[in-house]
């Protein structure tokens, strides 16, 4: 069975853009969480989805969103990028909420 | 909301050696304890977890304690070998509202050393 996958794997932007990282789940798993990794703050999240629904958010502005789709693929979203969302955000997928989860490769995101 | 706090930060054995990090948490109701392992470069993977209901889970050189009155759980690997060195997190999860999302420590870096 493949595992999570996360495009695009590395990005570059820069300060007020906006930008969109996808996250495949593995197959039969309905349930996405993201989260973001620094070095500083290490893994925090981020909010997770289960069928299409936003079931819990972390504590994170606004300027941070996501969705997920019917077939349980999700993206989110950044608008307004700062120097400090750079970071490895990450994805993990479960078969429900409160199920074991298995993370994704990533995507690293650099503002510049 | 629950805090996780991790020791320690890092931690050097020598190959052959054992290895214990450590994790407390503040939440009295979470559950779900799990382990994860972090490659330079690579994805957490799930090593081992535990549920409250359990004192102690054992994977081969791997294993879990908890100890729900003092609010801690550990992570035992024994037999150390160079493989072995990585970034270690510890984690928690609860039942309801806010609580359900994992809390992540801030991460054990292991190195074994041949």
């Known amino acids: 069975k493949a595992g999570v996958t996360q495009t695009p794997r590395y990005l570059i932007k820069t300060r007020g853009q906006q930008v969109t990282l996808s996250c495949s789940p593995i197959s039969g798993h309905r349930s996405v969480s993201w989260y973001q990794q620094t070095p500083g703050q290490g893994l925090q999240f981020l909010f997770e989805y289960f069928s299409e629904t936003q079931r819990n958010k972390g504590n994170f502005p606004g300027r941070f969103s996501g969705r997920q789709f019917s077939n349980s693929r999700s993206e989110m979203n950044v608008s307004t990028l700062e120097l400090g969302d750079s970071a490895l955000y990450l994805c993990?997928?479960?078969?429900?909420?409160?199920?074991?989860?298995?993370f994704g490769p990533g995507t690293r995101l650099l503002v510049l | 909301g629950e805090n996780v706090e991790q020791h320690p930060s890092t931690l050097s054995v020598q190959e052959g050696d054992s290895a214990v990090i450590k994790c407390t948490y503040s939440d009295s109701a979470s559950n779900y304890f799990p382990w994860y392992k972090q490659e330079l470069g690579k994805r957490p993977q799930l090593i081992i977890d535990i549920r409250s209901n359990v004192g102690e889970k054992k994977d081969q050189r791997i294993a879990v304690t908890l100890n729900k009155t003092a609010k801690h759980f550990s992570l035992h690997i024994t037999e150390t070998q160079p493989e072995d060195s990585a970034v270690y997190f510890c984690?928690?999860?609860?039942?309801?509202?806010?609580?359900?999302?994992?809390?992540f420590g801030s991460g054990t870096q292991l190195t074994v050393l041949p």
């Open positions: 993990a997928s479960s078969k429900a909420a409160q199920e074991t989860q298995y």
């Open positions: 984690a928690a999860r609860g039942l309801g509202g806010s609580a359900r999302q994992l809390t």
